[in-house]
């Protein structure tokens, strides 16, 4: 038995007028803006060059403390007093006061107490960011 189903009047009045404006109000749109990306192109400059400038958006080396078995520190491969460790910090927090990174390398038999106290000296000094983790080898 077939089912007869009515053709209403809503589908026979569907307008595309408005769609079509749309499309080429898109149009325009992108031929406009490529336009002036194209005359930005086009302009002859003459930059001056630098030899001895930085990218601005460089990022600072991280400065990584090693703390070993015996819980001594070590930056750069130098032993260093937690004194030392503390200077050393705040410099490298006045040369990069918003970007400085810190990581604390731990080895897996050393106490906690060191790191702890690393981690103290950099939020003493103003470092917020960051990472203490445990050397697995």
Not at 54 to 79: H, T
Not at 90 to 107: G, Y
Request: net charge negative.
């Amino acid at each position: 038995m077939a089912v007869k189903i009515k053709r209403t009047s809503a589908v026979g009045s569907l307008s595309i007028t408005p769609l079509i404006d749309v499309v080429f109000l898109l149009l325009i749109f992108f031929l406009v803006s490529s336009r002036f990306s194209e005359e930005e192109r086009e302009l002859d400059l003459n930059l001056p060059s630098v030899s001895e400038a930085l990218p601005a958006s460089a990022q600072p080396a991280e400065m990584v403390i090693n703390v070993d078995e015996q819980g001594r520190y070590y930056i750069d491969g130098a032993f260093r007093q937690p004194e030392q460790v503390e200077q050393i910090l705040s410099r490298a927090k006045a040369n990069n006061p918003l970007t400085q990174t810190v990581v604390i390398r731990a080895d897996r038999k050393s106490e906690w107490e060191p790191v702890a106290i690393a981690i103290g000296i950099c939020k003493k000094v103003g470092i917020h960011d960051f990472t203490a983790t445990i050397d697995e080898n």
